[in-house]
C-alpha cells in the first residue's frame, strides 16, 4: 500500500486551470481518470488525511503511486479529453457501464449500391441508418415483416443476392412481393433506393404524411373501380397502422427525447435509457456498473451521457435529454452535447405533465434492473469464490489465484507452430490482455521446447518491464489484441486486431495492442510514456499449462532459469482432468463436480480455443501464398489488377514485359521484377479434383497451395475428420 505523501506534487507545481489528471500505479497503468475546472483545488482534495476521505477514494489513492495532468482550454474539452482516457486507458477505479445485453437495432445499409434491410448489433458503420434500440431480435423482425408488403426493400445477403442475379431467379420473398427484386431488374438501383429512404422515413417516424397518400390513392383506385389495386392499397394501410401499434404514443407534438433514469445503492448503480422518436417509444437499453469511486447521481449521469453520446453526431443526439439529476457544472455538459448535434440541445430535469410520469416509468425500469442484476451477480460471486478458493486449496497457496494466465501449444503436423495466452481475473475472462505467439526458437514440432520458450518470452518482459532496463532483444514475438471472432492476418512486430473488429484498443476483446519489436511504429520501447499498452508487467499468481508433467516442468524451469519464485505452476491434462504440479509423481485429483476443476476446465479450453484460431489464421494465410507475394513493392491492389488483365499466373509467366507494362499502375522497372520473379520462381504444383481424381491441367488458374473442387472451387486437402486429428 502506497503512502499519498510520497508523491503528492507540490502545490505551486499544479496549476489553478481546468485540465484533467491520471493516477497510475507503481506498474505505469492508469488506474484513475479525472478532469477538473481548477487541477489545483481538486487534486489537493486527494492528499488530505485518509480517514477523511471516502473509502473507494482511499483505496484509489493508496493503490497509484504517481499522478500527472493535462492542461486544456475549457472544461467542454477537459470533457473530451476525459471521456477519450477513460476509453482508451479502461482504468479501474473510473465508472464504467457496462451493457446489460447487446441490444439489435434495425439497419439500412444506404451506403450500398442496392441498400439492405437487417438486424445489427456492436459498433455503429458509416453510412448505415440505424432504429432502435429494440430489446429483442424478434421485435425488428415483426416490424419489418409488415413493413416489406408497403416497402418490398432488399434483405438478403450479398451472397444471396449475387446468385439471384447470376441465376435470373428471384428469392422466395421476390416471389410474395416482399421484395422488388432488383437482384433480377424489377426495379432499378434508383428505385430501390427510393424505397429505402421511403422505409426510413417511416421508420423515422414521419408516418401521417405516407398513410395519408395511401389512403388517396385507395379512394381513386376505388373510384376508378380498379378494386383489386385498392384492396392491395386498403390491407398496406393495415400493415402499416399495426406496426404502428408497435410503438403506442407516449408524449404529445412528435417529441424526440431520451429519459435516461438512474437506480442505485453503496456499491452499484443501473441506468435505463429510453429513446422517443416521434412522440413513441423506439428503443430501451439499460447499463449497470460498480461505484468504484465516490460519485454522486448527477457524476452518473454525467458519465452516462458521455457512454451514450461519446461516439454519436448530428440526429443521433436528439433535442431534448432528460435526467433525474443534472451534471455540476451542467453548462460544459449541455456545451458537449450541442457541439455533437450541430444544433442547441435542452438538458433538463422534468418537472411535470407527461414527461415527468414517462421518467418515472423509467426509473422503475432501472430500479428493476438493478435488483435483476444484484439477484445475478451475487449467485455469481459466490460460485467465483468458491472455484478460486477449492484452486488454491488444492495447489496449496497462500491466497486465491485471482490472476490465472493459461498457456497453450497449437500446430498442424509441425507446421505453423502457435501458442496463446489467456488471462482470467477473478474468475471472468480479461480478454483485453489475452496474447498470442509465434514459435521462432527452432523448427519443427515439440510442445515442451514451445512451453519453455514462451513462459521465458513472456516472463522475461514481465521483469524487463518490471525494472525498466529498456528493450529485450532477444528475438520478437507475435502479440495481437484482437476481439474474440473471426480471424485476420497479424503484424509480426506490431500487436494489430488480427480477429475480427476493435481492432482494440479498440477491442474488442480477445487481446490488446503491443508487440515486442516496437509500439505504434516506435522501435524497441516496451511501454508508451502514457500507459496505452497493456502489456506484460502483470505477474498472475498461477500459470496453467494444458499438458501433463513435461509441460509443467518445462513452465516451472523456464521460471526458475529467470529467477522467479513467487508465481505458481501447474498443468490441466486432457485425459482423465488430472492437476499436475511441478515436482510431484503423482496428479492433484479435483472431484469432478469441484468449481475449482470447473474454472481450470474453462481456462484451459478457452486457450486451447485461442491458440487453434490463431493457428487456422496462419495457415489459412499460408494456403493463399503465391508467386506474386514474393514480389517486392507490388501491393495487393497491384496483384488483383495483373490477375484481372491475365486471367491467371500462368498467362503472366508467359507474358512478356511490354505486355505487363500494359496493366496500369505497372511501370517497365516493375514488370521487369515481375518477369524475373515468376522466372524464378517453380510452378505450383499440379491441383487435384477431389471429387474425380483428376490432376487439373491449368494448375496456375487456381490458387496456389490449394487443390480443388470438381467445379473449380479450391478446397483443402483431406476429410474434415482428417484435418481435425492433425490439429493440436
Same mark, same amino acid.
Given at each position: 500500500?502506497?503512502?499519498?505523501?510520497?508523491?503528492?506534487?507540490?502545490?505551486?507545481?499544479?496549476?489553478?486551470? $481546468?485540465?484533467?489528471?491520471?493516477?497510475?500505479?507503481?506498474?505505469?497503468?492508469?488506474?484513475?481518470?479525472?478532469?477538473?475546472?481548477?487541477?489545483?483545488?481538486?487534486?489537493?482534495?486527494?492528499?488530505?488525511?485518509?480517514?477523511?476521505?471516502?473509502?473507494?477514494?482511499?483505496?484509489?489513492?493508496?493503490?497509484?503511486?504517481?499522478?500527472?495532468?493535462?492542461?486544456?482550454?475549457?472544461?467542454?474539452?477537459?470533457?473530451?479529453?476525459?471521456?477519450?482516457?477513460?476509453?482508451?486507458?479502461?482504468?479501474?477505479?473510473?465508472?464504467?457501464?457496462?451493457?446489460?445485453?447487446?441490444?439489435?437495432?434495425?439497419?439500412?445499409?444506404?451506403?450500398?449500391?442496392?441498400?439492405?434491410?437487417?438486424?445489427?448489433?456492436?459498433?455503429?458503420k458509416k453510412g448505415v441508418r440505424y432504429?432502435?434500440?429494440?430489446?429483442?431480435?424478434?421485435?425488428?423482425?415483426?416490424?419489418?415483416?409488415?413493413?416489406l408488403r408497403v416497402f418490398p426493400v432488399?434483405?438478403?445477403?450479398?451472397?444471396?443476392?449475387?446468385?439471384?442475379?447470376?441465376?435470373?431467379?428471384? *428469392?422466395?420473398?421476390?416471389?410474395?412481393?416482399?421484395?422488388?427484386?432488383? *437482384?433480377?431488374?424489377?426495379?432499378?438501383?434508383? @428505385?430501390?433506393?427510393?424505397?429505402?429512404?421511403?422505409? *426510413?422515413?417511416?421508420?423515422?417516424?414521419?408516418?401521417?404524411?405516407?398513410?395519408?397518400?395511401?389512403?388517396?390513392?385507395?379512394?381513386?383506385?376505388?373510384?376508378?373501380?380498379?378494386?383489386?389495386?385498392?384492396?392491395?392499397?386498403?390491407?398496406?394501410?393495415?400493415?402499416?397502422?399495426?406496426?404502428?401499434?408497435?410503438?403506442?404514443?407516449?408524449?404529445?407534438?412528435?417529441?424526440?427525447?431520451?429519459?435516461?433514469?438512474?437506480?442505485?445503492?453503496?456499491?452499484?448503480?443501473?441506468?435505463?435509457?429510453?429513446?422517443?422518436?416521434?412522440?413513441?417509444?423506439?428503443?430501451?437499453?439499460?447499463?449497470?456498473?460498480?461505484?468504484?469511486?465516490?460519485?454522486?447521481?448527477?457524476?452518473?449521469?454525467?458519465?452516462?451521457?458521455?457512454? /451514450?453520446?461519446?461516439?454519436?453526431?448530428?440526429?443521433?443526439?436528439?433535442?431534448?435529454?432528460?435526467?433525474?439529476?443534472?451534471?455540476?457544472?451542467?453548462?460544459?455538459?449541455?456545451?458537449?452535447?450541442?457541439?455533437?448535434?450541430?444544433?442547441?440541445?435542452? /438538458?433538463?430535469?422534468?418537472?411535470?405533465?407527461?414527461?415527468?410520469?414517462?421518467?418515472?416509468?423509467?426509473?422503475?425500469?432501472?430500479?428493476?434492473?438493478?435488483?435483476?442484476?444484484?439477484?445475478?451477480?451475487?449467485?455469481?460471486?459466490?460460485?467465483?469464490?468458491?472455484?478460486?478458493?477449492?484452486?488454491?486449496?488444492?495447489?496449496?497457496?497462500?491466497?486465491?489465484?485471482?490472476?490465472?494466465?493459461?498457456?497453450?501449444?497449437?500446430?498442424?503436423?509441425?507446421?505453423?507452430?502457435?501458442?496463446?495466452?489467456?488471462?482470467?481475473?477473478? !474468475?471472468?475472462?480479461?480478454?483485453?490482455?489475452?496474447?498470442?505467439?509465434?514459435?521462432?526458437?527452432f523448427e519443427g514440432q515439440d510442445d515442451?521446447?514451445?512451453?519453455?520458450?514462451?513462459?521465458?518470452?513472456?516472463?522475461?518482459?514481465? /521483469?524487463?518491464?518490471?525494472?525498466?532496463?529498456?528493450?529485450?532483444?532477444?528475438? @520478437?514475438?507475435?502479440?495481437?489484441?484482437?476481439?474474440?471472432?473471426?480471424? +485476420?492476418?497479424?503484424?509480426?512486430?506490431?500487436?494489430?486486431?488480427?480477429?475480427?473488429?476493435?481492432?482494440?484498443?479498440?477491442?474488442? =476483446?480477445?487481446? !490488446?495492442?503491443?508487440?515486442?519489436?516496437?509500439?505504434?511504429?516506435?522501435?524497441?520501447?516496451?511501454?508508451?510514456?502514457?500507459?496505452?499498452?497493456?502489456?506484460?508487467?502483470?505477474?498472475?499468481?498461477?500459470?496453467?499449462?494444458?499438458?501433463?508433467?513435461?509441460?509443467?516442468?518445462?513452465?516451472?524451469?523456464?521460471?526458475?532459469?529467470?529467477?522467479?519464485?513467487?508465481?505458481?505452476?501447474?498443468?490441466?491434462?486432457?485425459?482423465?482432468?488430472?492437476?499436475?504440479?511441478?515436482?510431484?509423481?503423482? $496428479?492433484?485429483? /479435483? =472431484?469432478?463436480?469441484?468449481?475449482?476443476?470447473?474454472?481450470?476446465?474453462?481456462?484451459?479450453?478457452?486457450?486451447?480455443?485461442?491458440?487453434?484460431?490463431?493457428?487456422?489464421?496462419?495457415?489459412?494465410?499460408?494456403?493463399?501464398?503465391?508467386?506474386?507475394?514474393?514480389?517486392?513493392?507490388?501491393?495487393?491492389?497491384?496483384?488483383?489488377?495483373?490477375?484481372?488483365?491475365?486471367?491467371?499466373?500462368?498467362?503472366?509467366?508467359?507474358?512478356?514485359?511490354?505486355?505487363? *507494362?500494359?496493366?496500369?499502375?505497372?511501370?517497365?522497372?516493375?514488370?521487369?521484377?515481375?518477369?524475373?520473379?515468376?522466372?524464378?520462381?517453380?510452378?505450383?504444383?499440379?491441383?487435384?479434383?477431389? +471429387?474425380?481424381?483428376?490432376?487439373?491441367?491449368?494448375?496456375?488458374?487456381?490458387?496456389?497451395?490449394?487443390?480443388?473442387?470438381?467445379?473449380?472451387? $479450391?478446397?483443402?486437402?483431406?476429410?474434415?475428420?482428417?484435418?481435425?486429428?492433425?490439429?493440436?
Amino acid at each position: 500500500m502506497a503512502d499519498p505523501s510520497s508523491y503528492r506534487p507540490k502545490p505551486g507545481d499544479i496549476p489553478d486551470t $481546468p485540465g484533467v489528471y491520471r493516477f497510475r500505479d507503481e506498474h505505469r497503468r492508469v488506474i484513475y481518470v479525472g478532469k477538473a475546472k481548477s487541477l489545483r483545488q481538486r487534486l489537493a482534495n486527494y492528499f488530505q488525511d485518509l480517514a477523511n476521505l471516502h473509502p473507494r477514494t482511499r483505496s484509489m489513492v493508496t493503490t497509484a503511486a504517481s499522478v500527472e495532468w493535462t492542461v486544456v482550454s475549457t472544461e467542454v474539452e477537459a470533457l473530451q479529453l476525459e471521456y477519450s482516457w477513460i476509453k482508451e486507458f479502461d482504468p479501474r477505479f473510473n465508472v464504467k457501464y457496462r451493457d446489460d445485453k447487446s441490444y439489435p437495432y434495425l439497419a439500412v445499409t444506404m451506403n450500398e449500391e442496392f441498400p439492405r434491410v437487417q438486424v445489427m448489433r456492436g459498433h455503429k458503420k458509416k453510412g448505415v441508418r440505424y432504429f432502435g434500440p429494440y430489446a429483442h431480435a424478434w421485435a425488428i423482425r415483426d416490424t419489418v415483416d409488415l413493413l416489406l408488403r408497403v416497402f418490398p426493400v432488399r434483405t438478403c445477403s450479398a451472397g444471396v443476392f449475387k446468385n439471384a442475379a447470376r441465376t435470373g431467379r428471384p *428469392c422466395l420473398l421476390g416471389y410474395i412481393d416482399k421484395c422488388s427484386a432488383p *437482384c433480377v431488374g424489377r426495379v432499378t438501383a434508383e @428505385e430501390h433506393r427510393e424505397l429505402a429512404e421511403e422505409f *426510413c422515413d417511416f421508420m423515422a417516424g414521419r408516418t401521417g404524411t405516407y398513410l395519408r397518400r395511401l389512403e388517396k390513392r385507395m379512394v381513386e383506385a376505388a373510384e376508378e373501380m380498379e378494386y383489386e389495386r385498392a384492396a392491395r392499397l386498403r390491407d398496406d394501410i393495415e400493415a402499416l397502422k399495426k406496426a404502428m401499434e408497435k410503438n403506442a404514443v407516449v408524449l404529445a407534438d412528435a417529441t424526440d427525447a431520451d429519459l435516461i433514469a438512474v437506480a442505485e445503492d453503496e456499491l452499484e448503480a443501473a441506468v435505463q435509457i429510453f429513446h422517443v422518436r416521434g412522440g413513441r417509444v423506439r428503443g430501451q437499453r439499460g447499463w449497470v456498473t460498480d461505484k468504484v469511486e465516490d460519485v454522486t447521481t448527477g457524476a452518473l449521469v454525467e458519465h452516462a451521457l458521455q457512454q /451514450l453520446y461519446g461516439e454519436e453526431r448530428g440526429d443521433a443526439v436528439p433535442k431534448e435529454v432528460l435526467v433525474p439529476a443534472l451534471p455540476d457544472p451542467v453548462e460544459p455538459v449541455q456545451q458537449w452535447l450541442t457541439d455533437r448535434r450541430g444544433s442547441n440541445v435542452s /438538458l433538463r430535469i422534468p418537472q411535470r405533465g407527461d414527461k415527468k410520469a414517462l421518467m418515472e416509468t423509467v426509473q422503475r425500469n432501472a430500479q428493476q434492473s438493478l435488483v435483476l442484476h444484484k439477484t445475478r451477480r451475487a449467485s455469481d460471486l459466490t460460485t467465483r469464490s468458491r472455484a478460486l478458493e477449492e484452486i488454491a486449496e488444492a495447489l496449496d497457496l497462500d491466497s486465491a489465484p485471482l490472476r490465472i494466465e493459461c498457456y497453450d501449444i497449437s500446430h498442424l503436423q509441425g507446421d505453423d507452430v502457435v501458442a496463446s495466452m489467456v488471462v482470467f481475473e477473478d !474468475g471472468l475472462q480479461r480478454k483485453s490482455e489475452y496474447r498470442r505467439f509465434q514459435i521462432k526458437g527452432f523448427e519443427g514440432q515439440d510442445d515442451v521446447r514451445s512451453m519453455h520458450e514462451v513462459i521465458t518470452r513472456r516472463f522475461r518482459r514481465y /521483469l524487463a518491464e518490471k525494472e525498466r532496463t529498456g528493450e529485450w532483444a532477444d528475438g @520478437e514475438e507475435t502479440t495481437t489484441g484482437v476481439p474474440d471472432a473471426t480471424a +485476420a492476418p497479424v503484424s509480426p512486430a506490431i500487436g494489430t486486431p488480427a480477429d475480427g473488429g476493435p481492432g482494440a484498443p479498440a477491442a474488442a =476483446p480477445d487481446g !490488446g495492442p503491443g508487440g515486442d519489436a516496437s509500439v505504434n511504429g516506435s522501435p524497441g520501447g516496451l511501454i508508451e510514456e502514457d500507459g496505452r499498452p497493456k502489456r506484460f508487467a502483470y505477474p498472475p499468481q498461477l500459470v496453467v499449462v494444458d499438458g501433463g508433467q513435461p509441460q509443467v516442468a518445462a513452465a516451472r524451469r523456464a521460471l526458475d532459469e529467470l529467477g522467479i519464485d513467487d508465481i505458481a505452476v501447474c498443468g490441466l491434462a486432457k485425459r482423465l482432468e488430472e492437476v499436475w504440479v511441478p515436482g510431484d509423481d503423482d $496428479p492433484v485429483v /479435483l =472431484p469432478r463436480s469441484s468449481e475449482g476443476l470447473y474454472l481450470l476446465q474453462r481456462v484451459r479450453d478457452e486457450a486451447h480455443r485461442f491458440a487453434i484460431t490463431y493457428q487456422r489464421t496462419k495457415r489459412a494465410k499460408r494456403f493463399r501464398a503465391g508467386p506474386l507475394d514474393d514480389v517486392p513493392g507490388l501491393g495487393e491492389t497491384r496483384k488483383q489488377a495483373l490477375i484481372k488483365h491475365f486471367g491467371s499466373v500462368k498467362k503472366l509467366r508467359s507474358a512478356t514485359i511490354d505486355q505487363i *507494362c500494359e496493366v496500369p499502375g505497372i511501370g517497365r522497372k516493375t514488370a521487369e521484377t515481375i518477369a524475373v520473379a515468376l522466372a524464378q520462381a517453380a510452378p505450383a504444383a499440379p491441383a487435384v479434383n477431389m +471429387a474425380t481424381g483428376e490432376i487439373m491441367e491449368d494448375v496456375e488458374d487456381v490458387v496456389p497451395g490449394k487443390t480443388t473442387g470438381s467445379a473449380g472451387e $479450391p478446397v483443402p486437402t483431406g476429410s474434415p475428420d482428417e484435418r481435425r486429428g492433425q490439429e493440436t
